[in-house]
């Protein structure tokens, strides 16, 4: 069965710093890879998606995240954050066809920024 | 182009009662997913619905279930209203390979 692990359930960094969440997957092939991201309250908003092609994927407010296959890995990473990044990231897979349809998803990552 | 809208927003209950939840995706979107974000277990996957039939089912108990209308959007139905059931019900389409569309969910409290 698929499975995603999202190591880190909180992490702290200073508004300015750069950030990197680590996301790593348990699959038979390679499947379709998405990370969202929660403000409080609120539903869940699509940062980025892999489907296949180059492997580093640019995605909206400035992140991205690198598929590596040899490392089942899809990290997300964001130069320089910002204040108004403190959400919860969720990292998902899925397939687009088959396997049910539906999306597997890692536990989180709490993300707080100090000003 | 209006995205996923789910309703109601908040929605109170007591053990034991029903809850009616609803969902209309995206324009054009045949397919609705429904996810339960409880506390301390994530998000989990509920059902599928497309074209009218079930397609798939999460690992939940038969008194969770739904349907969808023609015009594509759903309702997931929760019977018999159990404390563990409070938690934030996320309905999402999926506009062909641009990933999942979610809405803003229904928050479920029961008492």
């Known amino acids: 069965a698929q499975s995603v692990t999202q190591p880190d359930i909180h992490i702290t960094v200073s508004e300015g710093a750069s950030l990197e969440l680590r996301c790593n997957y348990s699959?038979?092939?390679?499947?379709?890879l998405f990370w969202y991201v929660q403000s409080p309250g609120q539903g869940l908003q699509l940062l980025l998606k892999?489907?296949?092609?180059?492997?580093l994927v640019q995605g909206i407010k400035g992140f991205e995240a690198e598929f590596k296959r040899s490392q089942s890995s899809f990290n997300l990473r964001k130069p320089s954050v910002h204040w108004s990044d403190a959400a919860e990231y969720f990292c998902?897979?899925?397939?687009?066809?088959?396997?049910?349809?539906?999306?597997?998803f890692g536990t989180g990552t709490q993300l707080k920024v100090e000003l | 182009e209006a995205g996923v809208t789910q309703s109601p927003t908040h929605l109170i209950k007591t053990r034991g009662q029903q809850a009616t939840l609803r969902c209309s995706p995206i324009?054009?979107?045949?397919?609705v997913y429904w996810y339960q974000q409880a506390l301390g277990l994530g998000l989990q996957f509920l059902l599928w619905?497309?074209?009218?039939?079930?397609?798939n089912r999460g690992n939940f108990p038969p008194r969770f279930s739904g349907r969808q209308f023609p015009n594509y959007s759903s309702e997931l139905n929760v019977n018999a209203l159990e404390l563990e059931d409070s938690a934030l019900y996320l309905c999402?389409?999926?506009?062909?390979?641009?990933?999942?569309?979610f809405g803003s969910g229904t928050r479920l409290t029961v008492v």
């Open positions: 999402a389409s999926r506009p062909g390979e641009s990933g999942y569309t």
């Open positions: 699959y038979g092939a390679t499947p379709y």
């Open positions: 892999y489907f296949s092609g180059d492997t």
């Open positions: 998902a897979v899925g397939l687009l066809t088959g396997g049910g349809n539906k999306l597997t």
């Open positions: 324009s054009g979107h045949t397919s």
């Open positions: 619905y497309d074209e009218g039939e079930e397609r």
